[in-house]
Nanobody
């Protein structure tokens, strides 16, 4: 059974950092590109980042470029999202998802993913 489980969310002050983890089971994560999404209250789910199979390439939405870094540890079946210089606008539930394709082209569209985790809450507030 394919499962993705996010962890690492929490409450952090503006300017702080969090590291989210996405753990996979039921499949070999190293064979798939993985995306990160977020959804704030009253807003649509937004693609944040995507990492290629070999971790050689990563993509980011403009609003997080330079602040977020996605990485993966294929032997551990895990993907991470390091979030620095957090802002109140980053407050959302963060999800990881498995891509249907072996690349990150069009990564911001939710239709490109077949399995999703249940999310982890990130709150940026003073």
């Amino acid at each position: 059974q394919v499962q993705l489980v996010e962890s690492g969310g929490g409450l952090v002050q503006p300017g702080g950092s969090l590291r989210l983890s996405c753990a996979a089971s039921g499949f070999t994560m190293g064979a798939y590109a993985i995306g990160w999404f977020r959804q704030a209250p009253g807003k649509q789910r937004e693609g944040v980042s995507c990492i290629s199979i070999t971790a050689g390439l990563a993509w980011y939405v403009d609003s997080v470029e330079g602040r977020f870094t996605v990485s993966r540890d294929n032997p551990k079946n895990a993907v991470y999202l390091q979030m620095n210089s957090l802002k109140p606008d980053d407050t959302a539930i963060y999800y990881c998802a498995r891509r249907k394709y072996d690349n990150c082209s069009g990564f911001r569209s939710i239709t490109g993913y077949d399995y999703w985790g249940e999310g982890t809450q990130v709150t940026v507030s003073s």
